[in-house]
T-cell receptor
């Protein structure tokens, strides 16, 4: 069953703690993305990776970090430096990162900072 | 990427066709029209996309006007499970072809299918 999985679905963290969100895909896609969605708003790009061992900052990268050691995995770490981390986080992938390849999304992780 | 304009909300009776409009008057020649939908608290789901010609798949049809300044997504027989926010997105190649191939989601149209 091909697709994108994100875990956990819900995540709670205390202020000052780092937390890592998982994203895995078995679509053999080269490109992967992380977006953030706040209530009633559209998606904003955090980081993206067009190929293994390479990634680029998106529009709101401050307070976040990523790694891309394997093609199928693109974990996102929300650090304590992120001032307002409570949000819905979405991972996506596409065949390539260049052009207009369709992006497919995972189910999302809802992060709440207590 | 060109901006899009969509009505904030629409209702549709179950079993009837849902026609969701989108204006994209500043679209350029190499930009595609994409449609996604998002059911509450889930990830966006890809529906369909097109460049010039009308497109149809198992989920929906996409009608693009000849001047490409507007389009309509058609769900031929709406069901209660089609209740969602529908996003119309226009996107093309990044100018330097190395920029993020990211999607600009606006606020979309909230479609409510009524029993």
């Amino acid at each position: 069953d091909g697709g994108i999985t994100q875990s956990p679905k819900y995540l709670f963290r205390k202020e000052g703690q780092n937390v890592t969100l998982s994203c895995e895909q078995n679509l053999n896609h080269d490109a992967m993305y992380w977006y953030r969605q706040d209530p009633g708003q559209g998606l904003r790009l955090i980081y993206y990776s067009q190929i293994v061992n390479d990634f680029q900052k998106g529009d709101i990268a401050e307070g976040y970090s990523v790694s891309r050691e394997k093609k199928e995995s693109f974990p996102l770490t929300v650090t304590s430096a992120q001032k307002n981390p409570t949000a819905f986080y979405l991972c996506a992938s596409s065949m390539s990162g260049i052009g207009t390849d369709t992006q497919y999304f995972g189910p999302g992780t809802r992060l709440t900072v207590l | 990427d060109a901006k899009t304009t969509q009505p904030p909300s629409m209702d549709c009776a179950e079993g009837r066709a849902a026609n969701l409009p989108c204006n994209h008057s500043t679209i350029s020649g190499n930009e595609y029209v994409y449609w996604y939908r998002q059911i509450h608290s889930q990830g966006p789901q890809y529906i369909i996309h097109g460049l010039k010609n009308n497109e149809t798949n198992e989920m929906a049809s996409l009608i693009i006007t000849e001047d490409r300044k507007s389009s309509t997504l058609i769900l031929p027989h709406a069901t209660l499970r089609d209740t969602a926010v529908y996003y119309c997105i226009v996107r093309g190649l990044p100018l330097d072809q190395t920029g993020a191939n990211n999607l600009f989601f606006g606020t979309g149209t909230r479609l409510t299918v009524i029993p």
